[in-house]
């Protein structure tokens, strides 16, 4: 059975992207603009992440206002920086609250995620996550996502190593305290287990104690493992990386979608990511003519390469500008209405985008979408599959 389906990155309008980019406003305004809020950690570790998603929204904004706006209105974008902290990250809900906001774009990362999903599941407000992967940061009915899954993404790795024979002795290094590593961790091991893959070690490691990975990596290597599956952030895969290279230990590294960054760590030895393998939704290094357009008007803006997540923010509010245009809402509606409209609203429409291909949605907030698996290779990320968009 083919891993993925065909995938391709195409979508939305190149002329869009090619207009002269206006600011959108800042918090005033009544019933005469789409007041869209958006939250993620844009400081901190996890600074990367939420920054780039803003930067992407934000792009994305600004091009939709200079087009006209989302049936003839104006949209104002909010982001608050949430310190990847789910405490944190509900205060900042209200804050929005308090502003008038009548869509979420957020959160960015899953812990917060979850935390404000039963916030806004209370108030009845809808809820699209551009980058939040675990299965709880959509489990109330008025949240959806825009990227895959944690348990996609764990499935998703199982099945690409067994078609592809990448590994005869597989370990596994995973973090569990954190929501996002623990989802793709159990579904890898479960998958793994129905293709008949064969794990020989699996080690944890906590929020407490992410910096020396030692121990781990010695029963790894002890057990002549041949490849090390890493789902967790790319900041304790550059701690891991240059700790399996002092104890010679250079094992086929893969990885999933919180790999992206991990050429851009402080004081990291890129040259050490080599060779690194990772599931991911977009690639700069994509020919597609969508894609390129929007990769020139993030640089034009912001002077360097979008990741995945600015183009997962990019995508998300050319995702709530479908729906709503899709069912003829208005800014002046109450945030209850406009909630209920486009729950079933998503359940209609088809979206294409730089890290969507004729993405659809099901009643339970996900997308139908697969990730592309990428390699590091002298410093960029080549797509090594699907083979019809692989980059030399």
Not at 59 to 71: E, K, M, P, T, Y
Request: aromatic content about 10%.
């Amino acid at each position: 059975m083919k891993m993925f389906k065909k995938i391709a990155c195409i979508g939305v309008a190149t002329t869009l992207l090619a207009m002269t980019l206006t600011a959108c406003g800042g918090g005033s305004g009544g019933d005469d603009v789409w007041r869209i809020g958006g939250i993620g950690p844009t400081t901190g570790g996890a600074g990367l992440f939420g920054q780039s998603v803003q930067n992407g929204a934000q792009l994305a904004v600004d091009q939709i206002n200079a087009a006209g706006g989302i049936n003839g209105f104006q949209i104002e974008f909010n982001f608050q920086d949430d310190e990847h902290d789910a405490e944190i990250s509900v205060n900042a809900y209200n804050s929005l609250k308090d502003w008038g906001m009548q869509i979420l774009l957020g959160t960015v990362t899953s812990n917060p995620a979850i935390a404000v999903s039963e916030e806004a599941y209370q108030d009845n407000l809808f809820m699209l996550t551009p980058t939040a992967t675990a299965v709880r940061a959509i489990a109330p009915p008025n949240a959806f996502r825009v990227c895959f899954s944690d348990p996609s993404q764990g499935v998703a790795s199982a099945r690409y190593i067994h078609e592809t024979n990448l590994a005869e002795r597989i370990a596994i290094l995973y973090d569990s305290s954190d929501a996002y590593s623990t989802g793709i961790f159990e579904t890898f091991v479960a998958e793994a287990d129905l293709l008949g893959l064969n794990i020989v070690a699996s080690e944890a490691f906590t929020a407490a104690n992410r910096t020396d990975f030692s121990v781990q990596l010695q029963i790894a290597q002890n057990a002549d493992a041949d490849l090390l599956f890493m789902p967790f952030y790319f900041q304790e895969a550059a701690l891991v990386l240059q700790q399996a290279y002092n104890m010679d230990f250079q094992p086929i590294f893969f990885s999933c979608d919180g790999m992206d960054g991990i050429l851009d760590v402080d004081g990291f030895d890129a040259t050490l990511a080599e060779g690194v393998m990772f599931l991911a939704p977009f690639a700069a290094t994509s020919q597609d003519e969508t894609t390129q357009a929007f990769v020139q008007a993030y640089q034009a803006e912001f002077g360097s390469l979008p990741n995945q997540f600015a183009a997962s923010g990019y995508d998300g509010i050319f995702v709530l500008k479908a729906a709503i245009e899709h069912a003829n809402l208005t800014p002046d509606m109450s945030v209850s209405d406009l909630t209920d409209a486009l729950v079933a609203t998503m359940l209609e429409i088809t979206v294409n985008g730089v890290t969507l291909y004729q993405a659809t949605w099901s009643a339970d907030g996900e997308p139908d979408k697969e990730p592309l698996v990428l390699e590091i290779r002298d410093g960029i990320y080549h797509i090594i599959y699907p083979e019809e968009f692989a980059t030399n």
